[in-house]
């Protein structure tokens, strides 16, 4: 379910449309400047020459990818600035064995995890790389991982709760279905027409999943609300589990 976010902030300060893309694009452009300047600290942090570190940052400034991203809002507007940043508190953490960059890097972890479900895997890849990767007696290493965890998994946690009380979905987050399905979509093109298949699929494909939902009863997923309902995204994300584990040879081909 949508974790919290910046938009409906940005949205509020500025609800023209002309005034509101005008405050967008500058917001991002701030986000990708913090993203390079973090960039170069980490790599200054872990010892890198200055040419090395600027080299770094530049590669974060001007990723294609990354320029592209700053014309829309989406999670990666601000993962772009959190990872980096979580890097920068666990390498603090372990060289200076700081329980309070460990807790940083923790609230940092955690909610780079609201924002984008796929990385909480930061969480315990960060607390492992503490415990194991830190020069210290162990005791100080436990101190630094539980000082990352518990941050952490009071913001993960709190949303699992708040998302089980408005919607009974017991998760952090749905959305591997829709993709999924979506990609099902796409291969069957690829497999049957594969010169149609390098073309924009977005409106087909969501419209596929749409029909797998409105075929047991319950509203596709055209609108952005519709997107967000948890009741829909659990029930597809269930079907996408089932599809890959029933089918491995298929699900292996696909991918």
Same mark, same amino acid.
């Given at each position: 379910?949508?974790?919290?976010?910046? !938009?409906?902030?940005?949205?509020?300060?500025?609800? &023209? &449309?002309?005034?509101? !893309?005008?405050?967008?694009?500058?917001?991002?452009?701030?986000?990708?400047?913090?993203?390079?300047?973090?960039?170069?600290?980490?790599?200054?942090?872990?010892?890198?020459?200055?040419?090395?570190?600027?080299?770094?940052?530049?590669?974060?400034?001007?990723?294609?990818?990354?320029?592209?991203?700053?014309?829309? @809002?989406?999670?990666?507007?601000?993962?772009?600035?959190?990872?980096?940043?979580?890097?920068?508190?666990?390498?603090?953490?372990?060289?200076?064995?700081?329980?309070?960059?460990?807790?940083?890097?923790?609230?940092?972890?955690?909610?780079?995890?609201?924002?984008?479900?796929?990385?909480?895997?930061?969480?315990?890849?960060?607390?492992?790389?503490?415990? /194991?990767?830190?020069?210290?007696?162990?005791?100080?290493?436990?101190?630094?991982?539980?000082?990352?965890?518990?941050?952490?998994?009071?913001?993960?946690?709190?949303?699992?709760?708040?998302?089980?009380?408005?919607?009974?979905?017991?998760?952090?987050?749905?959305? /591997?279905?829709?993709?999924?399905?979506?990609?099902?979509?796409?291969?069957?093109?690829?497999?049957?027409?594969?010169?149609?298949?390098?073309?924009?699929?977005?409106?087909?494909? @969501?419209?596929?999943?749409?029909?797998?939902?409105?075929?047991?009863?319950?509203?596709?997923?055209?609108?952005?609300?519709?997107?967000?309902?948890?009741?829909?995204?659990?029930?597809?994300?269930?079907?996408?589990?089932?599809?890959?584990?029933?089918?491995?040879?298929?699900?292996?081909?696909? @991918?």
């Amino acid at each position: 379910h949508r974790p919290p976010g910046y !938009v409906p902030v940005i949205m509020a300060a500025a609800p &023209s &449309s002309a005034s509101s !893309v005008a405050l967008f694009q500058t917001y991002h452009a701030i986000l990708g400047g913090l993203a390079a300047l973090i960039t170069y600290v980490l790599a200054r942090e872990a010892l890198a020459s200055r040419i090395a570190a600027f080299a770094a940052g530049a590669v974060v400034a001007f990723w294609p990818f990354l320029v592209w991203e700053s014309k829309v @809002t989406v999670p990666e507007n601000l993962l772009v600035v959190l990872t980096p940043l979580l890097a920068l508190c666990l390498v603090r953490a372990g060289s200076r064995l700081s329980w309070r960059y460990a807790a940083l890097a923790g609230f940092v972890a955690g909610y780079t995890a609201l924002t984008h479900a796929l990385y909480q895997v930061a969480i315990p890849v960060a607390a492992v790389a503490l415990v /194991f990767m830190v020069r210290a007696p162990w005791r100080r290493r436990a101190v630094l991982a539980a000082a990352l965890l518990v941050p952490a998994v009071v913001l993960t946690g709190s949303w699992v709760i708040r998302n089980s009380m408005q919607s009974g979905y017991d998760g952090l987050a749905t959305g /591997f279905g829709l993709h999924y399905w979506k990609g099902v979509y796409s291969h069957e093109i690829l497999t049957n027409n594969p010169r149609d298949y390098f073309r924009d699929h977005e409106i087909e494909s @969501t419209e596929y999943v749409g029909r797998m939902l409105r075929a047991r009863g319950i509203d596709g997923i055209e609108s952005n609300d519709e997107r967000s309902e948890a009741a829909h995204n659990e029930l597809i994300d269930r079907m996408a589990a089932g599809h890959a584990i029933e089918s491995p040879a298929y699900t292996i081909e696909k @991918t």
